[in-house]
């Protein structure tokens, strides 16, 4: 089972439409694809499901991993091609998310741990801002970390948050790639050019993709109608510079944990 956490300390840098895209482009690859809401907000599973849900509307959320007794069950909605974990707007309760702590985060492993016991080739985790165990926990599953950050100066500081997260787990033993993706630039703007060349040149800079997704409507469009955006403009430049960059995201975790052997789950 391989991961990928897509995490910001900062909201609205577009990361619950990169997690969808990465889990369609996975599934369209052959792999079976699980995402997992770990958003209190539930946007990922509103996309998906077109419907604005409550925990109690569905079967099983998130907060199920936390309680060894549930029935874990998953299901594909309507035009999408990967399963969903959906999101609880209980999230915020779960142990360790107001304040880390060791039990929280102990209570945190054992659920994501749970996740292994299913026959996912790949999981994409859409993690909250908020600092708390929803977004260490994924991490500690291994794979990569992906960080959308708009290039503005509120963004890059919830990326230097990310990094310093990231850290944590590399020292507690966890094997984690990170790549640093750069959304929503505005083409107009030079503060914004500046900030794209500055990230270029800091000690990440191997981390950042070389492509960059402009600020446009078109994936969050997509979307809406069931579809990536490759397939909903399949024309389009940008949507195909799209579907390059998760296939590349996809491709670099599958050969990464060839190249190193088996993954830790043995």
Not at 38 to 51: E, F, G, L, Y
Not at 179 to 198: D, G, H, P
Not at 240 to 262: A, F, M
């Amino acid at each position: 089972m391989k991961a990928i956490t897509v995490m910001n300390r900062k909201g609205g840098v577009g990361k619950t439409t990169i997690a969808l895209h990465l889990a369609a482009c996975a599934a369209e690859m052959g792999l079976k694809t699980l995402l997992v809401d770990m958003d209190s907000q539930c946007n990922a599973t509103t996309i998906v499901t077109r419907k604005v849900r409550k925990s109690s509307d569905l079967d099983i959320a998130v907060t199920d991993l936390w309680d060894e007794d549930s029935e874990m069950e998953f299901r594909k909605y309507d035009d999408f091609n990967f399963f969903i974990l959906p999101g609880s707007e209980h999230a915020v309760a779960v142990p360790g998310q107001g304040t880390v702590n060791p039990e929280g985060m102990r209570e945190a492993r054992m659920a994501m741990d749970r996740l292994r016991e299913f026959s996912f080739d790949l999981i994409v985790f859409d993690v909250p801002p908020a600092p708390g165990v929803l977004q260490l926990a994924p991490m500690l599953l291994g794979g990569v970390l992906v960080i959308p950050v708009i290039p503005d100066t509120l963004a890059v500081q919830g990326m230097v948050g990310a990094i310093r997260d990231r850290q944590m787990v590399l020292n507690s033993g966890v094997p984690l790639d990170m790549t640093i993706l750069i959304n929503k630039y505005k083409m107009t703007s030079a503060n914004q050019s500046r900030m794209i060349e500055m990230l270029r040149k800091t000690v990440h800079k191997d981390s950042v993709l070389p492509e960059v997704f402009t600020d446009r409507v078109l994936a969050p469009d997509a979307l809406r109608e069931g579809k990536a955006v490759w397939q909903y403009a399949p024309r389009d430049p940008g949507a195909s510079v799209w579907r390059r960059v998760c296939v590349r995201i996809v491709e670099n975790l599958l050969n990464k944990e060839v190249e190193g052997g088996e993954d830790q789950e043995g």
